[in-house]
């Protein structure tokens, strides 16, 4: 072993230590207030939204708007300022700025704590939806959803405590490697679920299986599975499986009454936006998310957009951003109002996040107009009750 290599040992291992140490004072120490959110309802815009004409209000930029500016841009096709494409207003009793594109979720304004001053490590979509989801821009590691259940476990009998409602339309860059438990055991990984009346793909039993052949096949699998499990100790990927076995099963009685929008009320269906085509495909994986939620999944996570369907304008982002915001707004803000209707908005912490931003100068001109990846400042939004947003608006760094 060379002299630098020891000395790298020897510091990763000391470091390794203190940041144990670091923890352990750390675990003993009371926090500013009392946890309250006992779950995670996260929406991702794939593509990423822009900052600067959804919550991020920049006078200045319009005014300048048209001068020339030199700033080198993921593409390199800048060279323009473009200043806030549409109009902003403050909102609510907090005066939250939000633009005229999103008028159902400005109407939540009191209910947002907006983070201004978010940063990726990396311009390129993939390892940029990584970053967001693990705080990695490379893949494999450990999801938050997959952390929030390794830590707080599940309230959910018969769901997965992680479940991910994917836009129909496409999967967002990377695919399902973005809920991966990494290294984490492989029971706290994301199940995926479809749009479909069948949201979990085979998990229905087909018409021509009897019960009593449906359950002596399960009984003997089982009994296969915990005998192989006792012969490979430590085999968490093992007991993952045979745990989702014994879950599936639970699962064919849970999932098609919980994904069954049907029992909804009128009043329910247009809160979401169900009744209109473009607002209807968000609108119910929002819906199910509530649904899900309220059951005691303790993570969800909803895209909206996908890798070949998204907020990414890099031209006519007038055109992108309008369509993009008619599918988002009214089923987002309608799902705020729900679980603040129902009281989870107490104990639920909702997360609007997104890539990266967009640059505040332009690439073309005119209506072709749209703005390059911008990794260095971006906007994401969180959600809770009323009462806990007020102290978190006021803070001026947010």
């Given at each position: ?33 009392p ?11 794939v ?74 490590k ?62 984490l ?42 005998r ?24 064919q ?29 968000l ?40 369509k ?9 803000a ?15 912490l ?49």
């Amino acid at each position: 072993m060379s002299v630098s290599s020891r000395r790298k040992f020897l510091f990763d291992a000391g470091a390794g230590f203190g940041w144990l140490a670091v923890s352990s004072l750390a675990s003993g120490a009371a926090p500013h207030f009392p946890p309250k959110a006992k779950r995670v309802l996260q929406v991702f815009q794939v593509g990423g939204m822009s900052h600067l004409d959804t919550f991020d209000y920049k006078p200045e930029l319009k005014r300048r708007n048209g001068q020339p500016f030199d700033m080198p841009t993921f593409f390199g096709q800048g060279g323009t300022l473009l200043g806030n494409v549409f109009d902003f207003k403050q909102r609510g009793q907090s005066g939250l700025w939000v633009s005229d594109l999103l008028p159902d979720l400005a109407e939540c304004a009191d209910r947002l704590t907006v983070i201004r001053t978010m940063v990726s490590k990396s311009a390129n979509h993939m390892p940029a939806v990584a970053h967001m989801n693990t705080g990695f821009v490379l893949t494999g590691f450990p999801s938050m959803g997959a952390w929030v259940v390794y830590g707080l476990g599940s309230e959910a009998e018969n769901l997965p405590s992680f479940v991910v409602l994917p836009d129909a339309r496409a999967l967002p860059w990377g695919g399902t490697v973005q809920w991966t438990n990494g290294f984490l055991p492989a029971a706290v990984q994301g199940t995926q679920f479809r749009k479909a009346s069948s949201p979990v793909p085979d998990l229905t039993t087909p018409a021509t299986t009897s019960p009593e052949s449906r359950r002596a096949a399960l009984d003997w699998l089982s009994r296969m599975n915990r005998r192989y499990a006792d012969e490979h100790p430590g085999d968490s990927t093992l007991d993952a499986r045979l745990r989702s076995y014994e879950l599936a099963a639970s699962m064919q009685l849970s999932v098609p009454g919980i994904a069954d929008l049907s029992t909804e009320s009128e009043a329910t269906r247009r809160l979401y936006g169900l009744e209109d085509k473009e607002t209807e495909p968000l609108g119910r994986q929002c819906l199910l998310a509530r649904r899900l939620i309220e059951k005691g999944v303790r993570f969800v996570q909803v895209y909206h957009g996908g890798s070949s369907v998204d907020w990414d304008a890099h031209g006519a982002i007038v055109a992108n951003h309008t369509k993009r915001a008619k599918e988002y707004d009214l089923p987002v803000a309608g799902l705020l109002r729900d679980l603040a209707a129902r009281g989870l908005l107490e104990d639920t912490l909702v997360m609007g996040v997104t890539e990266f931003g967009r640059t505040p100068v332009a690439q073309g001109t005119g209506k072709s107009a749209g703005r390059d990846h911008h990794p260095d400042c971006f906007t994401c939004w969180l959600a809770r009750s009323e009462e806990h947003t007020s102290e978190l608006q006021s803070r001026q760094y947010l």
